[in-house]
């Protein structure tokens, strides 16, 4: 794990969105596969206000999600809903290159449909899409992309997304383990105190912190990078 550690929520989401969408479109076309949840919303917020909006060459930017609750885009809890009232519709990043996950469709059709649609959009590791970027959350349970601790297997699930579904019975799309692991960089953006108990048990209690799944991506490659602003009691 590399670990980045900022005062407070504002300056990490700024590192974020330097490391993440201003550096790499100033050199190039970038992929990048955003998450929902609260945790990304002031991420979005600074990117579309100056000077961050500016500093984005939006034109070589192609925007994909890590997962959606499976709602119409209209809903409250949409993820790509709230990332299109706080950035899409503030900065110049062409329609084409926005690739909604379409919640309000039928699960298993839309996983297979977004499958189809990653595949024809990035390169290939072997099986699996290459996103040049994937932006992670990280739950108060342990979970990351839709990815439940009651759901392991789909850690290990060979198709680029699958059906999640979430401790209270809502079914969503999720980015898979393998598809994870495949990106050129993964960065999990964290901030709070109410994520703090889960992300401190999670560096500290290796290997018994494997029963979640953020623990697995974590364990899984040694460059994984963590913005926070929590506090890490120990020297990674």
Known sequence: MIYHHYPSPEAVARAVAETAFVKPSQAGWVHIALSGGSTPRLLFELLAE?????????????????????????????????????????VPIPQDQVHRIAGEKLPEREAKDYCWLVGSELPFDGAFPVFDIVLLGLGED??????????MELLTEEAPYAVGISPKGQPRIAMTGPTILAAKRILFHTTGEKKAPILRY???????ADAYPAAYIFRQRADVELYTDVALPIKL
Not at 50 to 60: I, T
């Open 50 to 90: 100056e000077p961050l909006r500016s500093a984005v060459d939006w034109s070589r930017v192609h925007l994909y999600w890590v997962d959606e609750r499976c709602v119409p885009p209209t809903d409250p809890d949409s993820n790509y809903g709230m990332t299109e009232a706080t950035l899409l519709r503030h």
């Open 142 to 151: 342990g979970h990351t992309s839709s990815i439940f601790p009651h759901q």
């Open 202 to 208: 999670i560096v500290e209690q290796a290997p018994e």
